[in-house]
């Protein structure tokens, strides 16, 4: 194997691993406060100039679509609907050559309003964050009693034809641990399809405790009191999820095993936070500042380089299980999940 990074084509790193899917977090800023993820207060939010603007930010997009072999854009953040900007950051990403399959991470609130509009501009699809179907539990886990308005982003995603329309769901012991179940009835009802990902060491409070974490083989055995879950026969590849039949199918149900059976060794994701830092990995400690290179006329060029030689030192695994673990600076909120 080579010892240098690559000077032309793709996102390769020294393991062989090939990035072609994209996250690009649009703002660090969220207006929900998961416990998981970010304390009551919020965080020191990035201030305006530090954000990269719409336009550096399709720049940045185009670099990876046109020379980087990226395929797969996701818009995440913090909270990306919150972003203004963000119905023309879609469009102008769907007239790239090649055109890159373009999703969304949201909590969905507002979803109902905008998705025709995304939709338009060319969204492909939405992941919306749901934890519970109780309004009691959704206000004391998000600390706002907002679910109607994340149930009716879910419907307008839907109807706009953002599918399929897919839930993500995040359990924590003692609080809505006991939902699997339930979170599953209505996503198969609701012909939604619901992931259920480990929680993991990425809360801006650091308050992360693996003993109490709710694992896959505990959520699998909570959903199988209420439904058969056969494996299915579709082809993995690189998606996190594992994912299961519901009853026969065609439901099915994915488990995203992030810290007990993490799937680093068919990661294919590079990371772009809101303020142009590319990041290897969630968990990476290093970033690469191509902001600063942007902004001091760097060209596209000069920019792929760069992106290359940040991912060429992408680490083999994230390390969670090692006891030298050490969880990144940024917070998931900042990083963009
Ligand atoms: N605000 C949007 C949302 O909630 O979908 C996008 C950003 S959020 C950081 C992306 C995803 O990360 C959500 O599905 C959320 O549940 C998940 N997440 C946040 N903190 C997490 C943690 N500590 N462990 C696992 N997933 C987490
Ligand atoms: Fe906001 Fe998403 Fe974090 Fe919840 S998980 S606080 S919705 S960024």
């Known amino acids: 194997m080579s010892v240098a990074p690559r000077t032309d084509g793709v996102l390769v790193d020294r393991f062989g691993r090939v990035a072609r899917d994209l996250r690009v977090s649009l703002t660090d800023k969220c207006n929900l406060r998961c416990t998981y993820c970010m304390p009551a207060e919020g965080l020191p939010w ?99 009693a907002r679910l109607d308005a994340v149930l009716a982003g879910l419907a307008g995603a839907a109807a706009a034809g953002l ?14 641990e006991d939902e699997a179940p339930a979170l599953l009835r209505f996503a198969v009802d609701h012909d939604y399809q619901l992931r259920i990902i480990e929680q993991m060491p990425l809360d801006a409070q650091h308050g992360w405790d693996r003993s109490t974490m709710v694992t896959a083989e505990e959520i699998l055995a909570s959903l199988r009191t209420r439904f058969v879950l056969s494996p299915d026969p579709a082809e993995r590849g690189a998606a996190p999820a594992e994912t299961w039949l519901v009853d026969g199918g065609p439901a099915r149900v994915g488990v995203i095993a992030s810290v007990t059976r ?42 792929a380089r760069r992106w290359r030689t ?28």
Do not use: Y
């Open 46 to 144: 990035l201030a305006g100039p530090e954000l990269l603007t719409d336009a550096e930010i399709v720049r940045l997009v185009r670099v990876a679509v046109e020379r980087l072999g990226v395929t797969e854009v996701r818009f995440t953040g913090g909270e990306p609907l919150i972003r203004p900007g963000l119905v023309g950051i879609v469009a102008a990403v769907a007239a790239l050559e090649p055109r890159p399959r373009i999703s969304l991470t949201t909590n969905g609130i507002g979803l109902d309003r905008l998705a025709p509009a995304l939709r338009t501009a060319g969204l492909d699809r939405v992941n919306v964050s749901l934890d519970t179907l109780d309004p009691d539990r959704f206000a004391q886990l998000t600390r706002r």
């Open 163 to 176: 599918n399929p329309v897919k839930i993500n769901s995040v359990l924590m012991r003692g609080v809505n």
């Open 262 to 303: 993490p799937f680093c060794g068919d990661c294919d994701r590079t990371r772009l936070t809101a303020d142009g830092q590319v990041r290897a990995c969630l968990f990476a400690t290093e970033e690469s500042d191509l902001r600063a290179a942007l902004r001091a006329g760097a060209d596209d060029d000069d920019l």
């Open 310 to 337: 940040a991912m060429w030192g992408k680490r083999a695994g994230h390390g969670i299980d090692d006891p030298t673990f050490l969880q990144p600076t940024r917070p998931m909120s900042a990083i963009g999940g």
